[in-house]
């Protein structure tokens, strides 16, 4: 019914940036929102950032100021700039989207993850 596909991650030097990008499709009617989380090894899984449909972000609190994400409606996409990187920010981040499909049922969607490491 609904896909959502990851892109962007890759191996980076501490300090340094990556853009993740996230495409949804499918029979979508609305996406109401979006989200990126992350499950590093040995640990749950945590919320990054959302993003409601209006436009109003969330992030948590070990990312504030470094990491920004953005929303293109008309093309349900949804972006996550991550600016000075650190060791810590190694993951798998994975996109999540509160989706109403054209047959009216809402449900909650995952992308299969994308690995970001950083590291020297």
């Known amino acids: 019914q609904v896909q959502l596909v990851e892109s962007g991650g890759g191996l980076v030097q501490p300090g340094g940036s990556l853009r993740l990008s996230c495409a949804a499709s499918g029979r979508i009617f609305r996406i109401n929102d979006m989200g990126w989380y992350r499950q590093a090894p040995g640990k749950e899984r945590e919320l990054v950032a959302t993003i409601t449909s209006g436009g109003s972000t969330n992030y948590a609190d070990s990312v504030k100021g470094r990491f920004t994400i953005s929303g293109d409606n008309a093309k349900n996409m949804v972006y996550l700039q991550m600016n000075s990187l650190k060791p810590e920010d190694t993951a798998v981040y994975s996109c999540?989207?509160?989706?109403?499909?054209?047959?009216?049922?809402?449900?909650?969607?995952w992308g299969q993850g994308t690995q970001v490491t950083v590291s020297s």
């Open positions: 999540n989207g509160k989706v109403t499909t054209v047959w009216g049922t809402t449900g909650n969607y």
